[in-house]
């Protein structure tokens, strides 16, 4: 009887590990917990004292926008973080 070929196979060879991630730059995690209480020290202020500071009566509501842009930046920031 007539030996059968061997199929010709390929060898499985993992696919090439992925370099190791690099740490935060030292600047991020000051910069993100200053935008956190920037943010919410200006919300605090323009709830307690909008009216007394010059300046802030004039944009209103803007000052919630703004006070919140530095919380989220500081969120967006912390994703970033290792």
Do not use: C, H
């Not at 943010?39 to 909008?50: H, M, R």
């Not at 300046?55 to 970033?80: E, K, P, S, W, Y």
Request: aromatic letters at 12%; a positive charge.
């Amino acid at each position: 009887m007539p030996k059968s070929r061997a199929r010709k196979k390929a060898v499985y060879t993992p696919p090439p590990r992925s370099k190791a991630k690099e740490p935060s730059p030292a600047w991020l995690v000051p910069t993100m917990l200053a935008l956190w209480f920037i943010g919410v020290a200006w919300i605090t202020v323009y709830y307690v004292a909008g009216e007394r500071i010059p300046g802030m009566q004039d944009i209103g509501r803007l000052n919630l926008l703004v006070g919140f842009g530095l919380v989220i930046v500081g969120f967006i920031m912390a994703t970033r973080w290792r």
